[in-house]
């Protein structure tokens, strides 16, 4: 198994713009979650699934932002439109019970 | 209060020396428990579980206490490679992985 994939990398976008990150999960874990990082405050839950249902999004900042997860294999969030406080790297993990693996992350700028 | 919380450093350690890190956390439902190390510019990725009895990895040792809710990591001998940043993890009963903001540790020669 490749591990976790996110898609893309590396994303600048200008502000107002919609922007879609992606995610594809290891097969046959249960979980999903979606991460994003900043040096002011860290590693945040944003939201997570289990057997693709969204189970918490309090992390969610603000209705700008959605995730979906239609399938066990494929998850998105999205951010529109987007700002430049939304700039950070956000990563996507997907766990059993015992370990949670990460994508390596987007890193998103928004100028 | 926060649900997950550490000590962001830097600590800054000399090769070889012993440095421990403390994390505590408020929900005192919290199931299992977990350090991660993260890499500059790099993702995290599991360090070591934490088990109620403490657990012991090569150098290093993870230790929970439940009264007081807070679990360590003790690295002996520490070296230049151990410099990341480590996250204490704690999983919710619903499965709920919460990461503090982590600890940066700089081993310096």
């Known amino acids: 198994d490749a591990g976790v994939i996110q898609s893309p990398r590396h994303e600048v976008t200008e502000m107002g713009q919609e922007v879609t990150l992606r995610c594809k999960p290891i097969?046959?874990?249960?979980?999903l979650f979606w991460y994003r990082q900043t040096m002011m405050r860290g590693l945040e839950l944003l939201i997570y699934?289990?057997?693709?249902?969204?189970?918490?999004d309090s992390g969610m900042p603000e209705d700008r932002f959605s995730a979906k997860m239609p399938n066990a294999s494929f998850s998105t969030l999205k951010i529109q439109p987007s700002e430049p406080r939304d700039s950070a790297v956000y990563f996507c993990a997907s766990s059993t019970i015992t370990e949670a693996f990460f994508g390596q992350g987007t890193r998103l700028t928004v100028v | 209060r926060k649900e997950v919380e550490q000590d962001p450093g830097p600590f800054n350690v000399p090769e070889g020396a012993t440095v421990a890190f403390n994390c505590t956390y408020s929900?005192?439902?919290?199931?299992?428990f977990f350090w991660y190390r993260q890499d500059c510019r790099k993702e995290p990725k599991l360090l070591m579980s934490?088990?109620?009895s403490g657990n012991e990895d090569g150098r290093f040792t993870a230790q929970l206490n439940r009264a007081s809710q807070y679990i360590s990591l003790l690295i002996r001998d520490s070296k230049l490679s151990d410099s990341a940043t480590y996250l204490c993890v704690v999983n919710e009963n619903t499965d709920k992985l919460i990461f503090g903001t982590g600890t940066r540790l700089q081993v310096f020669p």
């Open positions: 699934f289990n057997n693709n249902v969204p189970i918490d």
């Open positions: 934490v088990y109620s």
């Open positions: 929900n005192s439902a919290s199931q299992s």
């Open positions: 097969s046959g874990h249960d979980y």
